[in-house]
């Protein structure tokens, strides 16, 4: 049994949370950098080395994760979640070395450096088309979130699957029910029954698509991503069968979308409440890298993924049992005063340790550059399109997400400034 910690227990889905949660990480870091959290029932860890080191290796791993939470559901509701997690616990995020291995060594030709450069000169149409599209529309006032972050990451998705623009709609939804599983999964004991009736459809009709759209590249190839991601030979030397593509394409929707939404939202808003660095990036757009990496060290999208204990392991006088759950906060490392001067500065000229808002080791996001180079164009289109674009929202309380592992701004009302 964990000791009774020297900090006060905290709900992470307190509405009060998200006003606390960098206070929170600080008394952490100081104080308990591993935290046995009840509410949730599992180590917080907080600290950028421990961070760093245990993301690497075999010490914490994923694959229990999904069996841990299916035994919480209520005996005789198994079935309202099966078809869900027949897909998702196929997924890499869920799968260790070996499994996690071989579905890598394929999906990974997904994001090779041509590819991404492929794909850099369609996001750069997409992010032209969507402002022209936003400004007609609108004139100088919109939502961000609404009009760029959530549309665009979508049109360059359905771009890369060669999924027809007039599916376009349709894709979304289909992602954002992925999402909304999703979100409360990663954080609740157990899954949702009201929301994975919804998913469920959407899966459905998502792996229909598929099916379809696979059957038809075969006999016609297409330039497109998935055209690519098909095996020649299915199942034979190691190669994927359809359904091992469509179900890790379903995770690629999932993380390619909503992962650049909430990081869009979030270097913006931190633009917008730091004008000298907004007005820097605005005279020199070659920071724009720079600018989505501090975006992602100070704001992260993912504030903190979780994995379970192998075997037994002690780590600042805590004994972590196997098989525990641990959660390692990305937004915490990011924010570590030990790993980052001045970690809680927005600063374009930071050099020193990455931040680790994708992750480490093998698990490391496989789509980390071209979520990179998406982001950048569209901020770089932003900049030279609309660079008078200012908020109508109360920036010292921006409407994040209620979810406390993905992070995010909700609506962002803006307008466009002489």
């Not at 917080?44 to 069996?67: H, K, N, W």
């Not at 794909?119 to 979130?145: H, K």
């Not at 920036?395 to 009302?413: C, D, E, R, Y």
């Amino acid at each position: 049994m964990p000791t009774e910690p020297a900090i006060a227990q905290f709900s992470i889905y307190d509405a009060a949370y998200q006003d606390q949660r960098y206070r929170l990480y600080e008394q952490l870091r100081s104080t308990e950098p591993v935290f046995w959290h009840e509410e949730s029932e599992s180590w917080f860890i907080t600290r950028y080395g421990d961070v760093s080191t245990y993301l690497v290796g075999d010490t914490f791993i994923t694959s229990p994760l999904i069996t841990n939470k299916m035994k919480n559901v209520p005996p005789g509701e198994e079935g309202d979640f099966q078809d869900i997690i027949d897909v998702i616990s196929t997924w890499m995020i869920y799968n260790d070395r070996p499994v996690h291995t071989r579905l890598r060594s394929h999906m990974n030709r997904a994001f090779w450096a041509k590819e991404v450069d492929l794909i850099r000169p369609e996001i750069q149409r997409i992010v032209a088309d969507q402002l022209d599209g936003v400004l007609e529309r609108n004139g100088t006032s919109f939502d961000f979130v609404k009009e760029i972050a959530h549309q665009i990451p979508a049109l360059v998705l359905c771009r890369m699957l060669g999924i027809p623009g007039e599916e376009v709609q349709r894709f979304i939804g289909w992602s954002d029910d992925i999402a909304a599983f999703m979100q409360d999964f990663v954080v609740k004991p157990a899954p949702d029954r009201e929301i994975s009736a919804q998913t469920r459809r959407s899966l459905a009709e998502i792996v229909d698509f598929l099916t379809r759209a696979i059957k038809e590249r075969r006999e016609s190839p297409k330039n497109d991503l998935l055209t690519r991601l098909i095996s020649e030979n299915p199942d034979e030397e190691g190669q994927l069968a359809d359904a091992e593509i469509i179900r890790q394409t379903i995770h690629l929707i999932f993380g390619g979308h909503k992962i650049p939404q909430f990081l869009l939202s979030n270097c913006l808003h931190l633009l917008f409440t730091n004008p000298d660095e907004f007005a820097a990036l605005k005279k020199d757009p070659e920071l724009t890298p720079a600018t989505v990496e501090e975006c992602i060290r100070v704001e992260s999208p993912i504030q903190y993924i979780t994995r379970h204990a192998k075997d037994d392991v002690e780590l600042h006088g805590k004994k972590i049992r196997a098989n525990d759950s641990v959660y390692f906060f990305l937004g915490s490392a990011g924010r570590d005063p030990e790993a980052f001067e001045d970690p809680k500065d927005f600063r374009l000229d930071r050099n020193g340790k990455r931040h680790l808002g994708f992750g480490g080791g093998y698990h490391a996001c496989i789509a980390a550059a071209f979520a990179r180079v998406e982001v950048e164009e569209v901020m770089r289109g932003i900049i030279a399109r609309i660079p008078g674009i200012a908020p109508r929202y109360d920036l010292s309380k921006p409407q994040w997400t209620a979810n406390p592992t993905f992070h995010g701004i909700v609506t962002m009302p803006v307008e466009i400034e002489d």
